[in-house]
């Protein structure tokens, strides 16, 4: 998979797929004049009540705490994550009232099977490990469970009403890469390794008595103020600007370490010795992955026009003077469309039971009849819109908690700001 990846902290399983929460506009609903007094909205015969909503707002608001609106300064935004909430219970409600005709249940055998499974892979079969997680997550095991029956049987419902898909023809995948050629493509890479000398007063025998002004980064990016570094002090430190002479001194250290390691001298030890880099001089410099553009203008001017294992000549930034060397080269590619069918061929497979689900809502919705109260009419129009799945958060109670799982970018059922995962996977 091409996409970049990324980790997240979790509770459950990694397979998972979002479900729609969808907002329909005013005219797909009824008014709220034959609602109940505490009423929020009715899905068929099945009243949803503010005190219903509320809990589940505060259930989710505590799971969902970084990505929700503050009350106070955002009332808007907290409104929007409200009826949000609502539109999940609404769909939630619409999967149970179709389970039947669709040949969905869930079982509570199912739900302690999942549990089980998560303890075993995830926790090394501690239960009282699990349950603590759980708590982290401000989650009982009750509610867990309950949270989890609801996921899957959201899951199992969009699996039913999309199991007729299952394939995409040659030329919408080739249509997909060539408007998305430039996605595919990687640029040139190096591994590089540094040593920095910086521009100090008092150097002797690879230490120093003074340091310099500002932070030498250890992945030698952005700009340094006024041309200057920091570097470890053996004994004091001062903010003085380097001078000529302190700038010249650095130079000839530098050449002197480049010919100690031109005659075979060793990156580690002489990293160690005379390296003003902190965060790479004990790992003898290695910088690891070093992408273009995103070092200071001389550095990746050097790096990438070095030849593999080549060691430069002394060169100026503002922190000092570097010697490096290239240990690898990850050449450009622009990946071919054979390379990368089987990710589009997903990527339009879920684009396609994306807008299966958002049809099957729209139709359920007017097939059992959802009335909204006048507070909580939807007033927004739907936008379709690419979500996590592949290996996405799996939920407990509706909040995203998972363990240890990886995120990829791909489409499946969603539609508006707040999409509360479930479990399953297709």
Same mark, same amino acid.
């Given at each position: 998979m091409?996409?970049?990846?990324?980790?997240?902290?979790?509770?459950?399983?990694?397979?998972?797929?979002?479900?729609?929460?969808?907002?329909?506009?005013?005219?797909?609903?009824?008014?709220?004049g034959?609602?109940?007094?505490?009423?929020?909205?009715?899905v068929g015969g099945t009243v949803i009540t503010q005190k219903q909503l509320d809990a589940k707002v505060a259930e989710l608001e505590v799971q969902l705490a970084p990505y929700v609106p503050d009350k106070e300064t955002d009332p808007e935004g907290y409104k929007a994550f409200q009826q949000d909430v609502l539109e999940y219970m609404i769909t939630y409600e619409l999967a149970r009232q179709k389970a039947g005709s669709l040949r969905v249940t869930v079982t509570d055998e199912d739900v302690q099977t999942e549990i089980d499974s998560i303890v075993n892979d995830s926790f090394n079969g501690d239960q009282a490990a699990f349950e603590s997680a759980l708590a982290d997550q401000n989650l009982t095991l009750e509610q867990f469970k309950e949270g989890y029956k609801e996921s899957l049987l959201l899951q199992k419902t969009y699996e039913a009403v999309t199991k007729n898909i299952t394939s995409v023809s040659?030329?919408?995948?080739?249509?997909?890469y060539d408007q998305n050629k430039d996605y595919y493509f990687v640029e040139e890479t190096r591994t590089a390794r540094h040593i920095? =000398?910086?521009?100090?007063?008092?150097? $002797?025998? +690879?230490?120093?008595?003074t340091t310099s002004s500002t932070t030498t980064p250890s992945e030698i990016s952005g700009e340094a103020e006024g041309g200057s570094s920091t570097v470890t002090s053996a004994t004091t430190s001062t903010t003085a600007k380097p001078t000529e002479s302190d700038w010249a001194a650095a130079l000839a250290t530098a050449e002197q370490v480049r010919a100690q390691l031109v005659a075979g001298g060793d990156w580690t030890e002489l990293a160690k010795k005379y390296s003003d880099d902190p965060g790479t001089k004990n790992r003898g410099g290695d910088l690891g992955t070093v992408y273009k553009g995103e070092t200071a203008p001389e550095f990746d001017e050097a790096v990438?026009?070095?030849?593999?294992?080549? =060691?430069?000549?002394?060169?100026?930034? $503002?922190? +000092?003077?570097?010697?490096?060397?290239?240990t690898g080269i990850n050449e450009a590619k622009q990946y071919s469309l054979e390379e990368v069918k089987e990710d589009i061929t997903n990527i339009l497979l879920n684009e396609k039971k994306a807008r299966a689900w958002k049809d099957w809502v729209e139709k359920t919705k007017l097939e059992i009849g959802v009335i909204y109260a006048d507070d909580w009419q939807p007033t927004t129009t739907t936008t379709s819109s690419p979500v996590t799945s592949d290996t996405t958060p799996t939920t407990a109670a509706g909040p995203t908690t998972t363990v240890g799982s990886s995120e990829?970018?791909?489409?499946s059922p969603e539609d508006t700001a707040v999409v509360i995962p479930t479990p399953g996977g297709n």
């Amino acid at each position: 998979m091409i996409v970049k990846r990324r980790r997240r902290l979790a509770v459950v399983p990694a397979v998972t797929l979002a479900v729609t929460l969808l907002a329909l506009s005013a005219g797909l609903a009824g008014c709220g004049g034959k609602l109940p007094g505490d009423a929020v909205a009715k899905v068929g015969g099945t009243v949803i009540t503010q005190k219903q909503l509320d809990a589940k707002v505060a259930e989710l608001e505590v799971q969902l705490a970084p990505y929700v609106p503050d009350k106070e300064t955002d009332p808007e935004g907290y409104k929007a994550f409200q009826q949000d909430v609502l539109e999940y219970m609404i769909t939630y409600e619409l999967a149970r009232q179709k389970a039947g005709s669709l040949r969905v249940t869930v079982t509570d055998e199912d739900v302690q099977t999942e549990i089980d499974s998560i303890v075993n892979d995830s926790f090394n079969g501690d239960q009282a490990a699990f349950e603590s997680a759980l708590a982290d997550q401000n989650l009982t095991l009750e509610q867990f469970k309950e949270g989890y029956k609801e996921s899957l049987l959201l899951q199992k419902t969009y699996e039913a009403v999309t199991k007729n898909i299952t394939s995409v023809s040659d030329e919408e995948i080739a249509a997909y890469y060539d408007q998305n050629k430039d996605y595919y493509f990687v640029e040139e890479t190096r591994t590089a390794r540094h040593i920095l =000398i910086a521009p100090v007063s008092g150097r $002797v025998d +690879g230490t120093t008595t003074t340091t310099s002004s500002t932070t030498t980064p250890s992945e030698i990016s952005g700009e340094a103020e006024g041309g200057s570094s920091t570097v470890t002090s053996a004994t004091t430190s001062t903010t003085a600007k380097p001078t000529e002479s302190d700038w010249a001194a650095a130079l000839a250290t530098a050449e002197q370490v480049r010919a100690q390691l031109v005659a075979g001298g060793d990156w580690t030890e002489l990293a160690k010795k005379y390296s003003d880099d902190p965060g790479t001089k004990n790992r003898g410099g290695d910088l690891g992955t070093v992408y273009k553009g995103e070092t200071a203008p001389e550095f990746d001017e050097a790096v990438f026009s070095l030849a593999k294992d080549e =060691i430069s000549q002394p060169v100026k930034t $503002v922190y +000092g003077y570097h010697i490096i060397q290239v240990t690898g080269i990850n050449e450009a590619k622009q990946y071919s469309l054979e390379e990368v069918k089987e990710d589009i061929t997903n990527i339009l497979l879920n684009e396609k039971k994306a807008r299966a689900w958002k049809d099957w809502v729209e139709k359920t919705k007017l097939e059992i009849g959802v009335i909204y109260a006048d507070d909580w009419q939807p007033t927004t129009t739907t936008t379709s819109s690419p979500v996590t799945s592949d290996t996405t958060p799996t939920t407990a109670a509706g909040p995203t908690t998972t363990v240890g799982s990886s995120e990829t970018t791909a489409s499946s059922p969603e539609d508006t700001a707040v999409v509360i995962p479930t479990p399953g996977g297709n």
